[in-house]
């Protein structure tokens, strides 16, 4: 009886702690991301106070603190950038930065497809058929991916290629190219396969499509805003 009680506690615990330790993962990365882009700043801003007072800088050069500073700094940036793009001004800008980047030899590639995957993400398009299932990593298992775009082959079949990501962190992930016959097409949006993905599956639709059967026609939309 002790052993029954004490492995039906520990099961307990654990499924008290998992969601706990994968929001804790996902809020680590992001603020470690963010924290990494504005650290440089910080230590430039807190350089200059210390010309003028250092004791101020002294105090606020930590290993604990600068982190902070630096997340909320760039949370900071990341508002002002997005307040810029609703003006004209600010559009003017970030077009002005854009075609620059557009013009550099093999940074146009990286850019111009991180662009587009990020345009797919944040504008929906008009269906839902964005969403689907795939045969991966084996025909007997399914992974939810994204369409990304679709485009012929040599032998005139339509093909796309889908983004599937990985969980809980979505940023990493496999590009798979995928006959369009062989998807399963869901009726999900893009915010409940994401919010199922980063949930380890505990978040989302109470009901799957037909994963046994054969694929829905696939009618793909390619994206409703092309980056430039």
């Known amino acids: 009886m002790p052993a029954l009680h004490v492995k039906r506690y520990l099961l307990t615990g654990l499924l008290a702690f998992i969601p706990v330790w994968i929001t804790w993962v996902v809020f680590k990365f992001v603020f470690t991301l963010l924290a990494g882009v504005g650290a440089p700043l910080v230590s430039g801003i807190i350089g200059l ?134 998807l399963i097409m869901t009726d999900w949006s893009m915010d409940q396969a994401m919010a199922f993905i980063v949930s380890g599956g505990a978040v989302g639709p109470e009901e799957l499509p037909d994963t046994l059967g054969p694929a829905a026609p696939a009618r793909i939309e390619q994206p409703s805003v092309e980056a430039r």
Not at 75 to 82: P, S
Not at 88 to 113: A, E, S, W
């Open 49 to 182: 106070i210390g010309l003028g007072a250092p004791g101020a800088a002294k105090a606020l050069n930590s290993d604990w603190l600068i982190p902070i500073l630096a997340f909320i700094l760039t949370l900071l940036a990341l508002y002002l950038l997005g307040w810029l793009s609703t003006r004209v001004i600010g559009r003017r800008i970030l077009g002005t930065i854009d075609t620059f980047l557009q013009k550099l030899p093999l940074v146009h590639t990286i850019y111009g497809g991180v662009k587009k995957l990020m345009t797919l993400m944040r504008n929906k398009p008009g269906g839902t058929q964005r969403v689907v299932l795939i045969d991966f990593p084996s025909p007997e298992l399914k992974s939810i991916g994204f369409v990304t775009r679709t485009f012929i082959d040599a032998a005139g079949r339509e093909i796309a290629a889908v983004y599937v990501p990985t969980t809980p962190n979505p940023t990493g992930g496999y590009l798979e190219l995928v006959p369009t016959e062989r």
